[in-house]
């Protein structure tokens, strides 16, 4: 079993939809959450930042952390054809320097 | 959000030569970097992680000596591809962690490499 499981898609939506991207795990370590997104050819770049269960939100952007089940979500609202990309969930625990990556979910925002 | 920057964003390289990639912090300091090589459609795949002062460590499976890395100084980690073949072709990434009250990792915008 991975530790970080990411469905890969790829995820298709009409523009304006809300879209839900979603990583579970089984390390009961993991402390830190993050949510990057990637366009084609291009580093990942963070989005979201989360260390408490919960919801954070930024924009258009809430990421939920669920602890007890070991879920985490990445809500988008009013999808735009510019969220387009590949959209990573990564985790690590209290100390530690490696980031566990899921395995990344390819959206697209269909005008 | 911190920035790293990656150089070169592409390259092409004959086989059997050697390619030099930059890795750079430009507003903090990083004793910690990581090179990722990333494949079509496919997640990052954890190559090492750069410790300035000290040896990198290598994921199982990566050879130490064709893909050295150098973390000389608390910005800047290269990672260097050695009698580069075919196979090397790939996307580089690096990432620089951010420590403090939070723990975070920013990503260069990663390196093409091409061998012919």
């Known amino acids: 079993q991975k530790e970080v499981e990411q469905d890969p898609g790829p995820l298709s939506v009409p523009e304006g939809a809300i879209v839900s991207l979603n990583c579970t795990y089984s390390?009961?370590?993991?402390?830190?959450f993050m949510w990057y997104r990637q366009y084609s050819r291009k580093g990942p770049e963070l989005l979201m930042y989360t260390y408490s269960s919960g919801n954070k939100e930024d924009g258009r952007f809430t990421a939920q952390v669920d602890k007890s089940s070991k879920y985490i979500s990445l809500f988008i609202r009013d999808s735009q054809p510019s969220d387009s990309a590949t959209y990573l969930c990564a985790m690590t625990s209290q100390g530690a320097q490696k980031l566990v990556f899921g395995q990344g979910t390819r959206l697209t925002i269909n005008p | 959000g911190a920035v790293v920057s990656q150089h070169p964003s592409r390259v092409i390289c004959k086989s059997g030569t050697s390619v030099k990639i930059e890795c750079r912090s430009l507003?903090?300091?990083?004793?910690?970097m990581f090179w990722y090589r990333q494949f079509p459609k496919k997640s990052l795949m954890l190559m090492a992680t750069s410790n300035e002062g000290s040896k990198a460590t290598y994921e199982q499976g990566v050879e130490k000596d064709k893909f050295l890395i150098n973390h000389a100084s608390l910005t800047l980690s290269t990672l260097t591809v050695t009698s580069a073949h075919p196979e090397d072709s790939s996307f580089y990434i690096c990432?620089?962690?951010?420590?403090?009250?939070?723990?975070?990792?920013?990503f260069g915008q990663g390196t093409r490499l091409t061998v012919v």
């Open positions: 390390n009961s370590a993991f402390q830190y």
């Open positions: 990432s620089a962690l951010r420590t403090g009250r939070n723990t975070e990792a920013f």
């Open positions: 507003d903090f300091q990083a004793t910690t």
